[in-house]
């Protein structure tokens, strides 16, 4: 597998991890008696994996955005250098 489709897999799976973490602290305010501590657990997660995405980020191609991350990845080497840019901004 090439870098850069590698970077963009463990970028993807770091995007989903901070929507899961969000939608756990969403229901977990919405709890009679919320677990606070785990609250807090799940935000220092959430700001781990904000550190892992910028890093992740500087590595990639400038042409790569989250919602192209989030799609299922098409290969470049089928896309003319042109229409590889328009697909993902």
């Known amino acids: ?3 850069n489709k590698d970077n963009r897999r463990r970028l993807a799976s770091y995007l989903a991890r901070v929507k899961e973490h969000e939608q ?3 229901l977990e305010k919405g ?4 677990d ?7 935000k220092k ?5 904000e550190v892992r ?7 990639l191609p400038q042409y790569w955005s989250e919602s ?21 901004t």
């Open 45 to 49: 997660e959430i700001k781990a994996h």
């Open 24 to 26: 756990k602290i969403e």
């Open 53 to 59: 995405i910028e890093r992740l980020r500087r590595r």
């Open 31 to 34: 709890r009679a008696n919320p």
């Open 36 to 42: 606070n501590k785990l609250i807090e657990y799940w």
């Open 1 to 3: 597998m090439g870098k």
């Open 68 to 88: 192209c991350l989030l799609s299922k990845p098409r290969s470049p080497y089928r896309l003319t250098h042109h229409r590889m840019f328009s697909i993902c």
